[in-house]
């Protein structure tokens, strides 16, 4: 078979793929579409008018696994590419999997789809402790920008501990502001575990409106929120903590006093090192 080059030389092309070893295809896709550029839509089109799909489905859905390993692979990396939401129940079972790679192909498979499809049951994975592990759940999900992060915001208003601390981590790494107003009203939890980490996602945001929040977290009765909060203000220069940072270098808990003389020497204030408290 005479691999096209570019766009124009898919028509010619199409024909001979409803005879061609679809392996042979898949290792094709991959070597010139994976991680360069967008699979040409004609191309996709003709795949999926071939049935490819559902080949590289039977792959992942067959027994023996172990003895097809390179196919199962072939298959993840191709359903990458061309995969549509009939693909999503198998690259979860996929994402699943205890075997390193077959995990990760699966990770970069949902990572390039972008499904919509795809956020509700990661988020589910995020809070329920299944067998997908957090990180790749949370890897997917910031893939998918605003639509992963609304499902993310949506579960936290229903979470409890502990799954209420990784949808509030998960949050902060989308590093969009629109999080704000849902992680503000977790600020006021009773538990100092849960202020600690919307004090650390707010610290990783860029609007200047949450400085007055990390400011008043400062004075929380929780050290690890100090703590936080100390560290957040000096990545952001916030000049107007520098008062309640030089007081915080006399707390009570080594980590504040630490993370704070960081903060003031970051915005370029020298604080002279008093003894050490217990």
Known sequence: MSWPRREDDIPRTVSLLANHDPWEVAFWLLENFAGKEDLWPSLRAALQEHGYEGIYLAALGQAGRR????KQELALGALGLIGTARSLPLLLEALADKDEKYSLAACQALKRLKLPESAQPLVESLTSHERILPARSAEILLNLGRVGMTAVAQALEEAGPPAKLLLIETLGEFK??????????????????????????????????????????LED?????????????GRLSCKAAIPTLKTLCGDEKWHVRTNAREALEQMGVTVEVQEEQK
Request: hydrophobic share 45%.
């Open 221 to 233: 009765s929780y050290w690890k929120v100090r703590a936080a909060a100390a560290k957040a203000l």
């Open 176 to 217: 969009d502001d629109a999080a704000l107003p849902v992680l503000l009203p977790h600020l006021a939890d009773s538990e100092g575990e849960v202020r600690c980490k919307v004090v650390e996602a707010l610290g990783n945001l860029s609007s200047s409106r949450v400085t007055p929040y990390l400011i008043e977290a």
């Open 67 to 70: 003895q097809e390993g390179l």
